[in-house]
């Protein structure tokens, strides 16, 4: 009895997700997933302690400097509490594009070797940043009652600020990734842009700095949305949904769809480039 032979052919035109097959592939999303988030602590004095110790160290240099010396409002909270809830977000962001866009070449020899939905490696980054971001969360929640803030109503927003956030750092991360297959300059331009991103992202001051006449515009930064709908949803403070959000969320949304498209039409040079050692 002859066997069976797979014929891989390549595709040709625009493509978006295939969720059928990225269910048959769910297996190795967990694989991937799980082997990041064993390697990112891997031989560490304190293992996942680290997830808390980098927006805690960051919190109080911020408090420091922005807080003390620079006399930076805070929306009447707090200023280590509004500079964590800030961060809190941001660092989830920050490491998942960074880690994203170095993800393919890191994996190249699965990706030249074995036939999968390649866009699942820089997903499994995200999936694993999300751990940190749930352990940097709980102590959100245990600094919250020590100054005397509880959550709201709003809080049944966190879900979509998060899933917002989701978004933006999946849509930039297709679109880095892809790009640093081919041009390994990218991964030099992804420190500066994360410095650059973090000081035009609300994270150590308040949004409402910004005249009112440059918020719509503001918004076209989708982690504007995100850290302004997390300190909404958490802490009570600055404004709830309004024209900057639904911007931020546009923006988020076509970083998403675009960066699939992109990701999915240059994934059939992945091979090629492997080969060329990039541009």
Same mark, same amino acid.
């Given at each position: ?64 400097? !922005? ?5 930076? *409002? &805070?929306?009447?909270? %707090? ?6 809830? @800030? $961060?809190? =977000? ?108 973090? !000081? ?5 001051? *308040? &949004?409402?700095?910004? %005249? ?6 503001? @918004? $076209?930064? =989708? ?57």
């Amino acid at each position: 009895m002859k066997g069976r032979v797979l014929l891989i052919r390549p595709t040709r035109g625009l493509r978006f997700l295939d969720l059928r097959e990225l269910w048959e592939y769910r297996e190795l999303i967990y694989f991937l997933t799980w082997r990041d988030i064993k390697v990112r602590y891997k031989q560490t004095a304190i293992g996942v302690a680290w997830a808390v110790v980098q927006p805690l160290s960051m919190m109080l240099v911020f408090t420091l400097f !922005f807080g003390r010396l620079a006399r930076m *409002p &805070s929306d009447g909270i %707090p200023y280590p509490l509004f500079a964590y809830a @800030g $961060l809190l =977000p941001w660092q989830l962001f920050s490491r998942s594009i960074t880690e994203s866009s170095n993800s393919l070449v890191v994996d190249q020899r699965l990706v030249t070797r074995v036939y999968f939905p390649r866009i699942i490696v820089p997903m499994a980054v995200n999936l694993a940043a999300i751990v940190d971001f749930l352990i940097a969360g709980a102590l959100l929640l245990v600094l919250m009652p020590l100054y005397g803030i509880y959550p709201g109503a709003a809080l049944v927003w966190l879900p979509f600020f998060l899933l917002l956030m989701l978004l933006t750092s999946l849509g930039v991360g297709f679109w880095l990734s892809a790009l640093n297959m081919e041009y390994r300059d990218v991964m030099y331009i992804v420190p500066f842009l994360n410095q650059l991103w973090l !000081f035009v992202t609300p994270v150590v001051y *308040p &949004s409402n700095l910004v %005249p009112e006449g440059w918020r719509i515009l503001y @918004g $076209l930064n =989708p982690m504007v949305g995100v850290v302004d709908g997390f300190r909404w949803a958490l802490l009570g403070v600055g404004r709830g949904p309004d024209a900057m959000l639904l911007v931020s969320v546009l923006v988020a949304v076509l970083l998403f769809v675009s960066g699939i498209v992109w990701f999915r039409a240059r994934e059939r040079t992945f091979v090629d480039a492997v080969g060329s050692g990039g541009r």
